[in-house]
DNA sequence: CTAATTCATTAGTAAATACTAATTTATCGA
DNA sequence: TCGATAAATTAGTATTTACTAATGAATTAG
Protein backbone atom coordinates (compact mmCIF):
# COMPACT_ATOMS: atom_id res chain seq x y z
CA UNK A 1 0.00 0.00 0.00
CA UNK A 2 3.19 2.21 0.46
CA UNK A 3 1.96 3.66 -3.44
CA UNK A 4 5.29 5.39 -3.76
CA UNK A 5 4.18 7.82 -6.57
CA UNK A 6 6.87 7.77 -9.66
CA UNK A 7 8.53 10.43 -11.05
CA UNK A 8 6.98 12.36 -13.64
CA UNK A 9 9.95 11.45 -15.86
CA UNK A 10 9.34 7.80 -15.80
CA UNK A 11 5.58 7.88 -15.81
CA UNK A 12 5.96 9.93 -19.51
CA UNK A 13 8.83 7.41 -20.76
CA UNK A 14 6.93 4.34 -19.73
CA UNK A 15 3.81 5.63 -21.30
CA UNK A 16 6.07 6.17 -24.61
CA UNK A 17 7.95 3.13 -24.03
CA UNK A 18 5.26 0.57 -25.56
CA UNK A 19 5.08 0.99 -29.32
CA UNK A 20 1.65 0.02 -29.37
CA UNK A 21 0.69 3.27 -26.92
CA UNK A 22 3.22 5.76 -28.62
CA UNK A 23 1.78 4.72 -32.10
CA UNK A 24 -1.63 5.74 -30.19
CA UNK A 25 -0.22 8.82 -28.60
CA UNK A 26 0.67 9.91 -32.43
CA UNK A 27 -2.69 8.92 -33.85
CA UNK A 28 -4.05 10.88 -31.29
CA UNK A 29 -1.51 14.02 -31.97
CA UNK A 30 -2.07 13.79 -35.90
CA UNK A 31 -6.11 14.28 -35.65
CA UNK A 32 -7.45 17.13 -33.51
CA UNK A 33 -9.74 14.89 -31.70
CA UNK A 34 -10.27 11.51 -32.32
CA UNK A 35 -12.69 8.77 -30.88
CA UNK A 36 -11.79 5.46 -29.23
CA UNK A 37 -13.66 3.70 -32.22
CA UNK A 38 -11.52 5.34 -34.76
CA UNK A 39 -8.52 4.73 -32.96
CA UNK A 40 -9.00 0.95 -32.28
CA UNK A 41 -9.71 0.95 -35.93
CA UNK A 42 -6.25 -0.70 -38.13
CA UNK A 43 -4.80 -0.65 -34.23
CA UNK A 44 -4.29 -4.25 -34.66
CA UNK A 45 -5.28 -4.76 -30.78
CA UNK A 46 -8.54 -4.95 -29.59
CA UNK A 47 -10.78 -2.11 -28.29
CA UNK A 48 -10.13 -2.66 -24.40
CA UNK A 49 -6.66 -2.28 -25.21
CA UNK A 50 -6.72 0.85 -26.44
CA UNK A 51 -8.97 2.36 -23.58
CA UNK A 52 -6.26 0.87 -21.37
CA UNK A 53 -3.68 2.47 -23.49
CA UNK A 54 -5.26 5.75 -23.46
CA UNK A 55 -5.27 5.45 -19.92
CA UNK A 56 -2.03 5.17 -19.16
CA UNK A 57 -1.55 8.37 -21.47
CA UNK A 58 -3.81 10.61 -19.73
CA UNK A 59 -2.54 9.34 -16.38
CA UNK A 60 0.72 10.40 -17.76
CA UNK A 61 -0.83 14.26 -19.23
CA UNK A 62 0.19 13.39 -22.19
CA UNK A 63 -3.76 13.45 -23.58
CA UNK A 64 -6.91 14.98 -22.73
CA UNK A 65 -10.73 13.92 -23.19
CA UNK A 66 -13.80 15.70 -24.13
CA UNK A 67 -17.32 13.01 -23.46
CA UNK A 68 -19.94 13.75 -26.37
CA UNK A 69 -22.88 11.11 -26.17
CA UNK A 70 -21.13 7.68 -26.78
CA UNK A 71 -18.39 9.28 -27.69
CA UNK A 72 -15.48 10.22 -26.46
CA UNK A 73 -12.97 12.18 -28.18
CA UNK A 74 -9.27 12.37 -27.72
CA UNK A 75 -6.77 15.07 -28.39
CA UNK A 76 -3.04 15.15 -27.53
CA UNK A 77 -1.56 17.34 -24.37
CA UNK A 78 1.78 18.14 -25.66
CA UNK A 79 2.73 19.68 -22.52
CA UNK A 80 2.50 16.15 -20.99
CA UNK A 81 6.00 15.69 -22.60
CA UNK A 82 7.41 18.84 -20.55
CA UNK A 83 9.01 16.28 -17.98
CA UNK A 84 10.74 14.59 -20.80
CA UNK A 85 12.14 17.82 -22.29
CA UNK A 86 13.09 19.14 -18.80
CA UNK A 87 15.29 16.06 -18.72
CA UNK A 88 16.59 16.22 -21.70
CA UNK A 89 17.19 19.64 -21.30
CA UNK A 90 19.92 19.04 -18.91
CA UNK A 91 22.06 16.80 -21.68
CA UNK A 92 22.73 19.43 -23.30
CA UNK A 93 21.42 17.66 -26.46
CA UNK A 94 19.45 20.39 -27.69
CA UNK A 95 21.08 23.80 -27.95
CA UNK A 96 24.53 21.74 -29.62
CA UNK A 97 22.93 19.79 -31.79
CA UNK A 98 20.00 22.24 -33.00
CA UNK A 99 22.13 25.46 -32.70
CA UNK A 100 24.58 23.50 -35.08
CA UNK A 101 21.62 23.00 -37.26
CA UNK A 102 20.80 26.82 -37.19
CA UNK A 103 24.26 27.89 -37.91
CA UNK A 104 24.44 25.68 -40.72
CA UNK A 105 21.22 26.95 -41.94
CA UNK A 106 21.94 31.08 -41.57
CA UNK A 107 25.29 30.26 -43.72
CA UNK A 108 23.60 29.05 -46.55
CA UNK A 109 21.12 32.12 -46.19
CA UNK A 110 24.03 34.49 -45.73
CA UNK A 111 27.51 33.06 -46.55
CA UNK B 1 13.80 -16.22 -34.70
CA UNK B 2 12.19 -13.48 -35.97
CA UNK B 3 14.12 -11.35 -34.17
CA UNK B 4 12.17 -7.84 -34.93
CA UNK B 5 14.69 -5.32 -34.16
CA UNK B 6 12.55 -2.79 -32.27
CA UNK B 7 12.41 1.12 -33.19
CA UNK B 8 15.71 3.23 -31.60
CA UNK B 9 12.59 4.97 -30.12
CA UNK B 10 11.45 2.05 -28.21
CA UNK B 11 15.20 0.77 -27.62
CA UNK B 12 16.06 4.62 -25.94
CA UNK B 13 12.71 4.83 -24.21
CA UNK B 14 12.86 1.19 -22.33
CA UNK B 15 16.13 2.13 -21.66
CA UNK B 16 15.46 5.18 -19.47
CA UNK B 17 12.44 4.14 -18.62
CA UNK B 18 13.49 2.17 -15.77
CA UNK B 19 14.26 4.46 -12.76
CA UNK B 20 17.43 2.65 -11.79
CA UNK B 21 18.42 1.99 -14.95
CA UNK B 22 17.98 6.29 -15.94
CA UNK B 23 20.09 6.69 -12.15
CA UNK B 24 22.89 4.52 -13.86
CA UNK B 25 23.01 6.63 -16.79
CA UNK B 26 22.78 9.95 -14.94
CA UNK B 27 25.90 9.09 -13.26
CA UNK B 28 27.76 8.10 -15.23
CA UNK B 29 26.73 11.19 -17.63
CA UNK B 30 27.49 13.35 -14.35
CA UNK B 31 30.92 11.72 -14.33
CA UNK B 32 33.53 11.78 -17.13
CA UNK B 33 33.91 8.02 -16.82
CA UNK B 34 33.28 5.86 -13.71
CA UNK B 35 33.69 2.06 -13.10
CA UNK B 36 31.44 -0.58 -12.25
CA UNK B 37 31.97 -0.43 -9.10
CA UNK B 38 31.76 2.57 -8.24
CA UNK B 39 28.46 2.95 -10.29
CA UNK B 40 27.56 -0.28 -7.77
CA UNK B 41 28.17 1.63 -4.87
CA UNK B 42 25.08 3.19 -3.23
CA UNK B 43 23.24 2.67 -6.28
CA UNK B 44 21.16 -0.23 -3.92
CA UNK B 45 21.62 -2.66 -6.10
CA UNK B 46 23.88 -5.34 -6.83
CA UNK B 47 26.59 -5.29 -8.84
CA UNK B 48 25.30 -8.11 -11.42
CA UNK B 49 22.23 -5.67 -11.70
CA UNK B 50 24.16 -2.68 -12.79
CA UNK B 51 26.47 -4.33 -14.92
CA UNK B 52 22.84 -5.59 -16.46
CA UNK B 53 21.51 -1.64 -17.02
CA UNK B 54 25.36 -0.67 -18.55
CA UNK B 55 24.55 -3.66 -20.98
CA UNK B 56 20.99 -2.06 -21.82
CA UNK B 57 22.08 1.54 -21.82
CA UNK B 58 25.04 0.14 -24.55
CA UNK B 59 22.99 -1.86 -26.70
CA UNK B 60 20.60 1.66 -26.93
CA UNK B 61 23.59 3.66 -27.57
CA UNK B 62 23.52 5.46 -24.63
CA UNK B 63 27.05 4.66 -23.24
CA UNK B 64 30.38 3.44 -23.83
CA UNK B 65 32.85 1.65 -22.72
CA UNK B 66 36.88 1.74 -22.16
CA UNK B 67 38.17 -1.44 -20.59
CA UNK B 68 41.57 -0.75 -18.12
CA UNK B 69 43.16 -3.27 -16.21
CA UNK B 70 40.97 -5.21 -14.39
CA UNK B 71 38.24 -1.81 -13.95
CA UNK B 72 35.81 -1.17 -17.09
CA UNK B 73 35.28 2.90 -17.41
CA UNK B 74 31.62 3.74 -18.80
CA UNK B 75 31.00 7.30 -20.26
CA UNK B 76 27.79 8.58 -21.44
CA UNK B 77 26.95 8.70 -25.10
CA UNK B 78 24.63 11.58 -25.78
CA UNK B 79 24.22 11.18 -28.83
CA UNK B 80 22.90 7.69 -28.07
CA UNK B 81 19.76 10.61 -27.05
CA UNK B 82 19.16 11.72 -30.67
CA UNK B 83 16.67 9.06 -31.91
CA UNK B 84 14.29 10.97 -28.42
CA UNK B 85 15.40 14.07 -29.71
CA UNK B 86 14.37 13.56 -33.05
CA UNK B 87 11.05 11.64 -32.03
CA UNK B 88 9.92 14.86 -30.13
CA UNK B 89 10.97 17.27 -32.33
CA UNK B 90 8.07 16.07 -34.71
CA UNK B 91 5.81 17.38 -31.69
CA UNK B 92 6.82 20.99 -32.08
CA UNK B 93 7.81 21.37 -28.37
CA UNK B 94 11.40 22.12 -28.63
CA UNK B 95 11.15 25.71 -30.85
CA UNK B 96 7.96 26.93 -29.06
CA UNK B 97 9.49 26.65 -25.47
CA UNK B 98 12.84 26.75 -26.04
CA UNK B 99 12.76 30.27 -28.38
CA UNK B 100 10.88 31.64 -25.52
CA UNK B 101 13.82 30.76 -22.97
CA UNK B 102 16.06 32.03 -26.11
CA UNK B 103 13.90 35.13 -25.79
CA UNK B 104 14.07 36.05 -22.37
CA UNK B 105 18.16 35.27 -22.42
CA UNK B 106 18.96 37.88 -25.10
CA UNK B 107 16.28 40.24 -23.27
CA UNK B 108 18.67 39.75 -20.35
CA UNK B 109 21.96 40.28 -22.21
CA UNK B 110 20.92 43.32 -24.02
CA UNK B 111 17.57 44.75 -22.26
C1' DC C 1 -39.09 -0.33 -24.50
C1' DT C 2 -35.57 -2.72 -27.09
C1' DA C 3 -31.60 -3.31 -29.72
C1' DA C 4 -27.42 -1.46 -31.05
C1' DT C 5 -23.32 1.32 -30.34
C1' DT C 6 -19.50 3.35 -27.67
C1' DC C 7 -16.34 3.13 -24.19
C1' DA C 8 -14.51 1.52 -19.63
C1' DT C 9 -13.47 -2.12 -16.64
C1' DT C 10 -12.56 -6.71 -15.07
C1' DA C 11 -10.47 -11.30 -14.71
C1' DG C 12 -7.28 -14.15 -16.56
C1' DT C 13 -2.87 -15.27 -19.11
C1' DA C 14 1.55 -15.38 -21.41
C1' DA C 15 5.55 -12.89 -21.84
C1' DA C 16 8.80 -9.48 -20.34
C1' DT C 17 11.43 -7.34 -16.74
C1' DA C 18 14.30 -6.19 -12.69
C1' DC C 19 16.30 -8.27 -9.43
C1' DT C 20 19.44 -11.68 -6.45
C1' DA C 21 22.75 -15.11 -5.61
C1' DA C 22 26.10 -17.70 -7.49
C1' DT C 23 29.53 -18.63 -10.85
C1' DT C 24 33.09 -17.48 -14.37
C1' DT C 25 36.79 -14.95 -16.45
C1' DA C 26 40.28 -11.86 -16.07
C1' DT C 27 43.74 -9.00 -13.76
C1' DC C 28 46.30 -7.43 -10.04
C1' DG C 29 49.35 -7.43 -5.83
C1' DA C 30 51.73 -9.98 -2.07
C1' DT D 1 51.50 -19.00 -7.09
C1' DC D 2 47.63 -17.45 -4.26
C1' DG D 3 44.24 -14.77 -2.78
C1' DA D 4 41.64 -10.76 -3.63
C1' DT D 5 39.16 -7.65 -6.58
C1' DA D 6 36.46 -6.25 -10.93
C1' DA D 7 33.11 -7.16 -14.07
C1' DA D 8 30.11 -10.17 -16.94
C1' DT D 9 27.08 -13.89 -17.19
C1' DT D 10 23.77 -17.35 -15.71
C1' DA D 11 19.77 -19.53 -13.51
C1' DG D 12 15.97 -18.74 -10.93
C1' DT D 13 12.10 -15.81 -9.09
C1' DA D 14 8.62 -12.37 -8.14
C1' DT D 15 6.42 -8.62 -10.22
C1' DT D 16 4.78 -6.01 -13.99
C1' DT D 17 2.83 -5.55 -18.37
C1' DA D 18 0.20 -5.92 -22.71
C1' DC D 19 -3.11 -8.33 -24.26
C1' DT D 20 -7.94 -10.89 -24.97
C1' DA D 21 -12.54 -12.04 -24.02
C1' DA D 22 -16.29 -10.90 -21.54
C1' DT D 23 -19.13 -7.86 -19.07
C1' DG D 24 -21.04 -3.39 -17.52
C1' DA D 25 -22.71 1.33 -17.98
C1' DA D 26 -24.35 4.92 -20.64
C1' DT D 27 -26.40 6.86 -24.82
C1' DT D 28 -28.87 6.78 -29.03
C1' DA D 29 -32.18 5.09 -32.67
C1' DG D 30 -36.14 2.48 -34.21
Redo the contacts between chains.
Sequence with gaps: MIEAA??P??TV??A????TR?AVFERV?ESKEISVAELTRGSGVTQGAISQHLKSLKQAGLVAERAEGRNVYYRAA?QG??P??TW?DH?????R??FQNLRDLLKEIDP
Excluded: H, Q, S
Design positions: PNVTMRLADPRFPLELVMYGVFWER
